[in-house]
């Protein structure tokens, strides 16, 4: 009996999927026979068959398009982990730690891209694992639990996905600390902050936060890291702070994927190589 193995693509999807699927049929390739889906998620035994399959289907490189069973190519790797900060260590944002893996620039910068615009939620899975090694590198025992920020209801159903979740399900897969992804609630829907003044930035994010039901049922005995795709004056995690401590919730500090330039302590973030 023939086996016929498709990869759905994201070009199948109206709107950009929040998981990549594969078919597995002992059909004949075509056919409208039974199928049994296998939901690409690294917390799900299943994903170990889907990593197997990914060994022999092939897809584009989302940044350079090259024919590849990865995420990204082993090129397109290479360039974005030139990003990456060469010293892994936090700076203090007033009361804040803040945590970044790497400059807002380059390779790094379009891999963000097409995490958030062009329906690459899988790429999260990478560049979190990244954001995780490097993490504990410099905080091997920290304790903690993590909560990434949220977006509004409607702008996640929009999109299909919060990218800051997903980079957050996959750092804590490898750093074991525990994750609420209901701890923060966004109340209301903002405009994109790198429009924004400072002065702005800080009246878009006036009460857009709110605590979450889980916390507010029980407050965390651990302190808080939030955790986003970007940082870039710090007023997000300012105002998401001040929301959780108002409840007494403790907050160590927020860790990112990529800084800007105008988020950084000095200069430019030093590439690792």
């Known amino acids: 009996m023939e086996v016929g193995i498709q990869r759905l693509g994201v070009s199948k999807f109206s709107a950009p999927p929040s998981k990549l699927f594969f078919v597995l049929s002992p059909f004949p390739r075509g056919t409208l026979e039974e199928t049994l889906f ?69 390779a790094l910068k379009r891999a963000i891209a097409a995490l958030k615009y062009e329906g690459n939620p899988h790429l999260a899975e990478i560049l979190g694992t990244w954001m995780a090694e490097s993490w504990r590198s410099v905080n091997p025992s920290t304790n903690g639990v993590v909560v990434p920020i949220p977006m509004h209801p ?55 936060f709110s605590v979450g039901k889980p916390f507010l049922q029980k407050p965390p005995s651990r302190p808080v890291w939030l955790l986003d795709d970007i940082y870039t004056t710090g007023a997000t995690a300012s105002s998401a702070a001040q929301t959780l401590r108002q409840h007494g919730i403790r907050v160590q500090g927020i860790i990112v994927l990529a800084r800007t330039e105008a988020g950084m302590k000095s200069g430019k973030c030093e590439e690792a190589f």
């Not at 900060?85 to 803040?98: E, F, H, K, M």
């Not at 800051?164 to 405009?191: M, S, W, Y």
Request: charged content about 20%; hydrophobic content about 35%.
């Open 154 to 208: 409607s702008k996640k159903r929009q999109r299909g996905f919060n990218q800051a979740e997903l980079l957050a399900q996959h750092f804590c897969h490898i750093t074991q600390l525990p994750i609420a992804v209901n701890g923060l609630k966004r109340d209301r829907a903002t405009e994109a902050q790198f429009k924004l003044s400072s002065a702005e930035r800080e009246h878009n994010l006036a009460e857009a």
């Open 38 to 106: 296998i939901q690409r998620n690294d917390m799900n035994p299943a994903w170990k068959l889907n990593q197997l399959l990914g060994l022999f289907l092939e897809s584009p490189c989302p940044l350079c398009q090259r024919s590849q069973a990865q995420a990204l190519c082993v090129s397109c790797q290479r360039q974005i982990q030139r990003y990456r900060c060469s010293s892994a260590d936090a700076w203090q944002l007033g009361s804040l730690s803040v945590f970044a893996w790497g400059g807002y620039s380059g």
